[in-house]
């Protein structure tokens, strides 16, 4: 059984998790360009393609390192049907065997073949996270199997046990316009939350008396999208101690489309308790049920929030240096840099702009401003990669402390939501150094 993988050595495990948590913080991530947006369904590139890839474990680069994950495609894969995608990570000392095994806790059973099921594999069987790794990881998965495989883009989810909890929590903090919904089984704030601020459908389960991440952690996870989703903040009712069950609450006044429901079960730390047993089962657990109905609740086209997002997923600290544009710049003279910008996407209402900066001289440039300027009606409403002086007009953006230094021909980029009409491109466009 799961139960017995994990609490062996429970204490040293949340030993681990905890000391974890200082690197997962700091940790930056890339741009992602995996497809489309909760917004409206998409075709993903694979859709319509014979696919190439197997159900089995598969390797990938990613960050520079080699990676792995199992993947289970539906019987019968149907090239031109979008299917749900959904991501199982799995707990300290756990692997992406443990949860393939496990049907992806209890989920793959009750796909009928609906649905397809990626399980990666942590470094050092956890979800550190250290400088975004992980959630490269999820974006270079996605993007390999959104390539090759057909997927319904309004219906990824994400869900995992104790570290694989706090990692799906990392996900939906940073890329809620990716991913659709999460569950959190017995979770706490260990693999980072870039970001955080926008609405997830989201589940969270924990027990009573978790001796290992305590349920007031868990709770903290689930109040931070009661306020994303808008819903009524209240102190939902959990059992006694000594009843042997559960109770589930869904939250009220939640914004269309981003439920959140959250179930206390009078036990402790494991993924598959039992009502009316102390004794967790795999087979018997009421979660995989809840868990499915509450991903399945939600349609393949959703409205999207009351201030529309980006389609893609902006992050909010360091990517890795990126390649030059297409196009690349003139070369300068020592300390010289450009600024070359693209419209990435625009909705009714809004924009989302990304700036790449460039080293186009043989010296080494420590610290960089852009200045732009805005046509009217354009506002930014936020910005990573850099700090900016202004939100309308002229804005100067300088580089964040992390990508100020660039070799010769090396580059980074910032990126930008703004409101207004993104038809007309920013003009004026300078890059000096420092």
């Known amino acids: 059984m799961l139960k017995h993988r994990h609490l062996l050595s429970s204490?040293?495990?949340?030993?681990?998790?905890?000391?974890?948590?200082?690197?997962?913080?700091g940790g930056g991530f890339r741009t992602t360009t995996v497809a489309a947006t909760n917004g409206t369904l998409a075709a993903t590139a694979g859709c319509g393609k014979a696919p190439t890839l197997t159900s089995g474990t598969r390797t990938i680069q990613s960050g520079g390192q080699n990676?792995?994950?199992?993947?289970?495609?539906?019987?019968?894969?149907?090239?031109?049907?979008?299917?749900?995608?959904?991501?199982?990570?799995?707990?300290?000392?756990?692997?992406?065997?443990?949860?393939?095994?496990?049907?992806?806790?209890?989920?793959?059973?009750?796909?009928?073949?609906?649905?397809?099921?990626?399980?990666?594999?942590?470094?050092?069987?956890?979800?550190a996270n250290t400088n975004g790794r992980d959630l490269t990881l999820f974006d270079d998965i996605s993007r390999q199997?959104?390539?090759?495989?057909?997927?319904?883009?309004?219906?990824?989810?994400?869900?995992?046990?104790?570290?694989?909890?706090?990692?799906?929590?990392?996900?939906?903090?940073?890329?809620?316009?990716?991913?659709?919904?999460?569950?959190?089984?017995?979770g706490a704030n260990l693999s980072g939350c870039n970001g955080g601020t926008q609405p997830v459908a989201y589940f969270g389960i924990h027990g009573l008396y978790d001796s290992v991440l305590n349920i007031s952690m868990g709770r903290s996870l689930r109040d931070t999208f009661v306020r994303n989703n808008g819903c009524t903040a209240q102190n939902p009712s959990e059992p006694s101690r000594g009843s042997l069950t559960h109770i589930t609450t869904s939250y009220s006044g939640c914004r269309p489309g981003y439920p959140v429901q959250w179930a206390a079960f009078d036990g402790d730390h494991t993924p598959s308790p039992v009502d009316g047993s102390s004794s967790p089962n795999d087979a018997r657990t009421w979660t995989s049920g809840e868990i499915w109905r509450f991903f399945t609740q939600l349609p393949s086209t959703t409205p999207p929030p009351t201030t529309a997002p980006p389609t893609t997923a902006p992050p909010t600290t360091a990517p890795p240096t990126t390649a030059p544009p297409t196009t690349p710049p003139p070369t300068g003279g020592p300390g010289a840099c450009a600024a070359t910008y693209r419209t990435v996407n625009s909705w009714p209402g809004g924009f989302q702009g990304e700036v790449v900066v460039a080293n186009v001289s043989t010296t080494t440039i420590d610290g960089w401003t852009v200045r732009l300027t805005l046509a009217g009606g354009q506002a930014i409403s936020s910005l990573w990669n850099g700090t900016h002086t202004a939100t309308a007009g002229d804005i100067t953006v300088r580089n964040a402390a992390y990508n100020g230094t660039l070799g010769p021909n090396a580059s980074t980029t910032f990126g930008f939501t703004a409101t207004g009409d993104g038809a007309t491109t920013p003009s004026n466009i300078t890059c000096t150094s420092p």
């Open 11 to 25: 204490i040293a495990a949340a030993a681990v998790l905890v000391a974890a948590t200082a690197g997962a913080l």
């Open 145 to 186: 199997v959104e390539d090759d495989l057909c997927v319904d883009t309004t219906q990824r989810f994400a869900l995992g046990w104790s570290y694989g909890g706090a990692m799906s929590y990392a996900v939906a903090c940073a890329r809620p316009t990716v991913i659709r919904a999460v569950t959190v089984l017995s």
């Open 67 to 127: 990676r792995s994950y199992i993947l289970r495609i539906p019987d019968g894969y149907d090239r031109n049907r979008p299917y749900r995608l959904i991501f199982g990570f799995h707990w300290l000392n756990g692997s992406a065997s443990s949860v393939a095994s496990a049907g992806y806790y209890g989920l793959a059973p009750l796909s009928g073949n609906s649905t397809i099921f990626v399980a990666p594999q942590g470094i050092d069987a956890g979800w």
